[in-house]
């Protein structure tokens, strides 16, 4: 058999065509069938008014609460309008007469490909904690930090705002320090040998770790195909598979004492003839799990088995508590060849604002990813790149200290709240989850609670299955130990 059909006996196939913006998704029969009874129109009940369907906490004012009732309305509104136009009407053709014209009543359709897409919560606890202005508020519900970028990035990052080569969209790709430093970046995590990829060929800048997950997504699997996901998750990631047309099915992460586990046969379960891709984080959002060596061999097998592409996200990969396995999907077996790896700057070297990632992949799915990122963002920040190269390449990138100290603000959680609150720890990352459900209140309710005693923290309703509704979720990024020494007299005041 040559190398090329090796390959092709190998390598999952890239998808034929990369035009995603023209189909039409229609949401699933049972998600119409609740939005279409919701009685639309209908104010909820007093008691219904703290956390909405989403998780959407309500400031206490009442205009705040009216406008965010009266969009969740408007939301309903338009949804129902479209799944109500008939099929054979003028709006679901491509063409129409002068003569056609929408009732004046109406607006335009929106595209239904969004109608399963979700808020992730966190976007409306950020501004929920920002329009208190009151600093006091302990910001635990979004992934930010206070620990500063390598002093190399910082000191070029100013230097460049004067360089007029990177005040360019050239070049398409990223610049060449960059593409290099996070190749080499990548074959020494997944212990591949040197110059294991081409980085003209097989490396793509994009603007952050997310922008580069959706270009995989986008490239890698059609509408209707299956990406399997660990529950909970972070949702951002499945609303990509879905604005992609995918369908996320889940392997369950099972809490205990001592952190999470893979659920091996919900893995199995997950399978299917549509599965397509496989999309994988270690350390995992929101849980902090790390797959230890038997779950990373699981996830691999399966993913060989499925014949899918492995999208391993790798923004926090080195973000590891003590004894924490340091794994790679690019360290087994048969997945070097159907894996693609997207990093990001903002987790592991603190550079959120560069908006700078990367994309690594098999030279089969090479050309397909670098049409849709050059399609998608057309370039990412050009002041950001040679400050990103220069974290990569640098020996003191802090990665360790910074590791070392957020796991101290993680342990202090743990050690605080436990045993009157069911913690599960993290083995790594940036956040740890809170189980609700033996209290018998929901996730949107405990962070309501904890919002009147100044504590900001997401639910986690949307991240996977509906049993993650259940957890709350505290990033301990962004809070030194002394501003976090009140967190259990407040969290006893929040549920006495």
């Given at each position: 058999?040559?190398?090329?059909?090796?390959?092709?006996?190998?390598?999952?196939?890239?998808?034929?065509?990369?035009?995603?913006?023209?189909?039409?998704?229609?949401?699933?029969?049972?998600?119409?069938?609740?939005?279409?009874?919701?009685?639309?129109?209908?104010?909820?009940?007093?008691?219904?008014?703290?956390?909405?369907?989403?998780?959407?906490?309500?400031?206490?004012?009442?205009?705040?609460?009216?406008?965010?009732?009266?969009?969740?309305?408007?939301?309903?509104?338009?949804?129902?309008?479209?799944?109500?136009?008939?099929?054979?009407?003028?709006?679901?053709?491509?063409?129409?007469?002068?003569?056609?014209?929408?009732?004046?009543?109406?607006?335009?359709?929106?595209?239904?490909?969004?109608?399963?897409?979700?808020?992730?919560?966190?976007?409306?606890?950020?501004?929920?904690?920002?329009?208190?202005?009151?600093?006091?508020?302990?910001r635990l519900e979004n992934l930010d930090t206070d620990l500063l970028p390598p002093l190399p990035a910082l000191e070029l990052t100013v230097s460049e705002v004067r360089n007029d080569d990177a005040n360019s969209y050239l070049p398409f790709f990223g610049h060449d320090r960059l593409r290099r430093a996070a190749t080499?970046?990548?074959?020494?995590?997944?212990?591949?040998?040197?110059?294991?990829?081409?980085?003209?060929?097989?490396?793509?800048?994009?603007?952050?770790?997310?922008?580069?997950?959706?270009?995989?997504?986008?490239?890698?699997?059609?509408?209707?195909?299956?990406?399997?996901?660990?529950?909970?998750?972070?949702?951002?990631?499945?609303?990509?598979?879905?604005?992609?047309?995918?369908?996320?099915?889940?392997?369950?992460?099972?809490?205990?004492?001592?952190?999470?586990?893979?659920?091996?046969?919900?893995?199995?379960?997950?399978?299917?003839?549509?599965?397509?891709?496989?999309?994988?984080?270690?350390?995992?959002?929101?849980?902090?799990?790390?797959?230890?060596?038997?779950?990373?061999?699981?996830?691999?097998?399966?993913?060989?088995?499925?014949?899918?592409?492995?999208?391993?996200?790798?923004?926090?990969?080195?973000?590891?508590?003590?004894?924490?396995?340091?794994?790679?999907?690019?360290?087994?077996?048969?997945?070097?060849?159907?894996?693609?790896?997207?990093?990001?700057?903002?987790?592991?070297?603190?550079?959120?604002?560069?908006?700078?990632?990367?994309?690594?992949?098999?030279?089969?799915?090479?050309?397909?990813?670098?049409?849709?990122?050059?399609?998608?963002?057309?370039?990412?920040?050009?002041?950001?790149?040679?400050?990103?190269?220069?974290?990569?390449?640098?020996?003191?990138?802090?990665?360790?200290?910074?590791?070392?100290?957020?796991?101290?603000?993680?342990?202090?959680?743990?050690?605080?709240?436990?045993?009157?609150?069911?913690?599960?720890?993290?083995?790594?990352?940036?956040?740890?989850?809170?189980?609700?459900?033996?209290?018998?209140?929901?996730?949107?309710?405990?962070?309501?609670?904890?919002?009147?005693?100044?504590?900001?923290?997401?639910?986690?309703?949307?991240?996977?299955?509906?049993?993650?509704?259940?957890?709350?979720?505290?990033?301990?990024?962004?809070?030194?130990?002394?501003?976090?020494?009140?967190?259990?007299?407040?969290?006893?005041?929040?549920?006495?």
């Amino acid at each position: 058999m040559g190398r090329s059909a090796k390959l092709t006996a190998l390598v999952p196939p890239p998808r034929a065509h990369l035009t995603r913006f023209h189909g039409i998704f229609a949401p699933n029969a049972k998600l119409r069938a609740q939005l279409t009874s919701s009685g639309r129109g209908k104010r909820p009940p007093a008691d219904e008014e703290s956390t909405g369907a989403n998780g959407d906490h309500r400031c206490p004012d009442e205009t705040r609460r009216s406008m965010t009732w009266a969009q969740g309305c408007l939301n309903f509104l338009c949804f129902n309008r479209i799944s109500a136009v008939p099929s054979g009407s003028w709006a679901h053709t491509q063409t129409a007469t002068a003569g056609d014209f929408m009732p004046l009543s109406a607006t335009p359709a929106l595209a239904q490909r969004t109608a399963l897409m979700t808020p992730i919560g966190v976007e409306r606890m950020g501004d929920a904690a920002d329009g208190l202005r009151n600093p006091r508020v302990l910001r635990l519900e979004n992934l930010d930090t206070d620990l500063l970028p390598p002093l190399p990035a910082l000191e070029l990052t100013v230097s460049e705002v004067r360089n007029d080569d990177a005040n360019s969209y050239l070049p398409f790709f990223g610049h060449d320090r960059l593409r290099r430093a996070a190749t080499r970046l990548v074959e020494r995590n997944g212990g591949l040998a040197s110059e294991h990829y081409d980085w003209r060929r097989q490396c793509f800048i994009s603007a952050g770790g997310l922008s580069g997950i959706l270009n995989a997504v986008l490239a890698l699997i059609d509408p209707g195909d299956e990406v399997v996901l660990t529950s909970p998750t972070y949702v951002g990631l499945i609303n990509r598979v879905k604005l992609a047309g995918g369908v996320p099915r889940y392997a369950r992460m099972l809490p205990g004492p001592t952190g999470w586990r893979l659920d091996l046969q919900s893995l199995q379960d997950a399978l299917s003839p549509k599965t397509r891709a496989f999309l994988m984080m270690s350390p995992s959002m929101p849980t902090g799990a790390v797959f230890n060596r038997e779950e990373w061999k699981a996830v691999c097998d399966a993913c060989i088995q499925a014949n899918a592409w492995m999208i391993y996200d790798s923004a926090m990969e080195r973000i590891l508590f003590k004894d924490a396995p340091r794994l790679n999907p690019l360290q087994f077996p048969g997945m070097a060849e159907r894996t693609v790896t997207v990093g990001a700057a903002s987790k592991e070297y603190r550079m959120i604002g560069w908006r700078v990632g990367w994309i690594l992949c098999p030279l089969a799915a090479a050309e397909v990813i670098g049409r849709v990122a050059i399609s998608n963002v057309v370039c990412p920040v050009g002041i950001a790149q040679q400050a990103v190269a220069v974290a990569l390449e640098t020996d003191d990138d802090g990665i360790a200290s910074c590791a070392a100290t957020w796991q101290a603000r993680h342990d202090f959680l743990v050690t605080a709240l436990r045993p009157q609150f069911d913690v599960i720890p993290a083995h790594g990352g940036w956040s740890l989850l809170i189980d609700f459900r033996s209290r018998g209140i929901s996730g949107a309710e405990a962070s309501r609670r904890l919002m009147v005693e100044g504590v900001a923290a997401t639910s986690m309703e949307n991240w996977g299955l509906d049993e993650t509704a259940g957890f709350l979720r505290l990033v301990y990024a962004n809070e030194p130990l002394d501003r976090l020494r009140d967190i259990a007299p407040r969290f006893n005041r929040a549920f006495d």
